[in-house]
């Protein structure tokens, strides 16, 4: 994944950009850049690895070296960006969100005489680069954006700096969101809300779906129409997003409560509750699911284990799996009181591998739980995601549900997968017992859904749903 902060005003706005990229540090964990432009110094660019080190510690020494009256600002969990790009369109600074699904073929569609991309160690071209290539390709800034979109296969958001202003351009079907702020003397764009109105912009607009808009210091200008489909990830609600944003109208945290309570209403009808002490949610943002659940289902929230994060960055992850446990392990500090005989019912944003969530688990059963049921906030995770890498599988097979439907039912399995996402079918009952057999859990259940897309509250074709459904 990914984000961007970007803004363009009469004053120097590098605060604005430096202070609004911190704020998507949880879209990302490997590389953070910064870009500027100023008619005195021109362009001005920086980029870190912020696998062990947060943006705002990497990039505070840079500042006082930067200035600039426009500037963007991104995360990534891909390739070191913005580029600065010298084409026939001018010199630009380009910044991008997506996965390229085809880049291999839009490659090797470059490889005449002339034409060259420099290589990452793996041998792999940088995505923006690629990026860059297909915009270069037409006479012109939009129709150029609007062939990189069309030629890539999977999702590309697209933040471009020239020395006129900004332009953005939402995916072509919006998997992002994309926001406009406006204040005194200048415009914004990012992707968390929040981000803007806590720098002091008041919302100003919301990017349709591959909409593409020029944003200068005096205002906004739409270069190309929304499209008519939208397909807004759902897990920017669940899991992703900052609970502070709104998305299409629909803020996070509320959507998170909301979405507990519904899980709570649909097992009380039910009658699959089970009798516990606590309601619990996995931190971060379990934690809001696990509230509304408790709050419709009159049972008591607690946390019986607090994360330690003071010194535990969320971007430190070291690339050792063995280290990353053990990290994952010094973080939960448990409170003895509320865990020791009790029985817990822990709410998670949802199940993907499994692998954390085995380890919390095991971690309550150290520290004297009696019981622990878990409760996923969405359907169970059966296709990795194409569009924003969420899932980061090699194979579909690493996540847990599918790699337990293959251990039950062999090749046949994986053509019911319909089936078994639905707990309510004899095949979904056995796909929910199986994973409590290896996960420890006393219960199980999975938020359905229906109950999922009641919690956003938007129309369900203008929905991402793609790694619960396999429907894009
Ligand atoms: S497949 Fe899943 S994670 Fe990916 S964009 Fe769609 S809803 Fe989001």
């Avoid at 009380?268 to 379990?286: L, N």
């Avoid at 003071?310 to 070291?318: D, E, H, Y």
């Avoid at 409170?335 to 954390?356: A, N």
């Avoid at 878990?374 to 969420?390: D, I």
């Amino acid at each position: 994944m990914g984000g961007f902060f970007a803004a363009v005003s009469h004053k120097n706005c590098k605060y604005d950009v430096f202070f609004g990229t911190d704020y998507h540090s949880h879209l990302g964990a490997k590389r953070g850049g910064l870009a500027f432009y100023d008619a005195e110094r021109g362009f001005q660019r920086q980029i870190h690895n912020i696998e062990n080190t947060p943006f705002r510690t990497k990039f505070e020494a840079n500042l006082s070296e930067m200035d600039g009256t426009a500037g963007i600002g991104c995360i990534s969990d891909a390739d070191p960006q913005p580029l600065l790009v010298r084409s026939h369109l001018g010199l630009f600074t380009l910044a991008t969100v997506g996965i390229i699904n085809n880049a291999e073929e839009l490659v090797d569609s470059f490889s005449g005489p002339g034409n060259q991309f420099m290589a990452m160690s793996s041998g792999r071209v940088n995505s923006t680069e690629l990026t860059a290539a297909l915009i270069n390709r037409c006479d012109n800034m939009v129709d150029g954006i609007r062939y990189a979109q069309q030629a890539i296969e999977g999702s590309s958001t697209i933040l471009v700096m020239t020395k006129d202003g900004l332009i953005v351009a939402r995916d072509k079907v919006g998997r992002l969101p994309v926001v406009i702020g406006k204040k005194e003397d200048g415009y914004c764009a990012c992707i968390e809300s929040f981000a803007y109105l806590k720098l002091g912009y008041a919302p100003c607009y919301n990017l349709g779906p591959g909409e593409i808009v020029k944003i200068t210091a005096d205002g906004y200008e739409q270069l190309a129409a929304p499209g008519e489909t939208m397909k807004v990830c759902a897990f920017m609600w669940s899991y992703y997003g900052y609970p502070n944003s709104n998305y299409e109208g629909v803020n996070v945290e509320v959507m998170r409560c909301r979405n507990g309570e519904i899980m709570a209403r649909e097992e009380q009808k039910a009658g699959t509750m089970p009798d516990v002490d606590y309601i619990a949610g996995v931190p971060d943002s379990g934690v809001p699911h696990a509230i509304g659940y408790a709050n419709a289902s009159r049972e008591p929230f607690a946390r019986p284990f607090v994360k330690y994060t003071p010194t535990w960055a969320r971007s430190f992850t070291p690339s050792n799996q063995e280290v990353r446990n053990l990290v994952a392990e010094m973080k939960q500090i448990p409170v003895p009181e509320l865990i020791e005989d009790k029985k817990l019912l822990l709410v998670d944003d949802s199940i993907v591998r499994g692998t954390q969530l085995r380890e919390t688990v095991d971690f309550l059963y150290r520290s004297g739980a009696k019981e622990v049921h878990m409760r996923s906030a969405c359907p169970p995770v059966m296709y990795g995601c194409k569009f924003l890498n969420f899932s980061r599988s090699n194979s579909e097979m690493e996540l847990l549900a599918r790699k337990k439907i293959q251990e039950l039912e062999g090749d046949e399995g994986q053509k019911h997968i319909e089936e078994y996402a639905d707990g309510k079918t004899q095949r979904g009952q056995c796909l929910l017992k199986s994973i409590c057999e290896e996960m420890g859990f006393d219960s199980l259940g999975y938020q359905s859904l229906d109950g999922i897309l009641e919690a956003i509250g938007l129309d369900r074709d203008k929905v991402c749903t793609y790694c619960w459904t396999g429907e894009e």
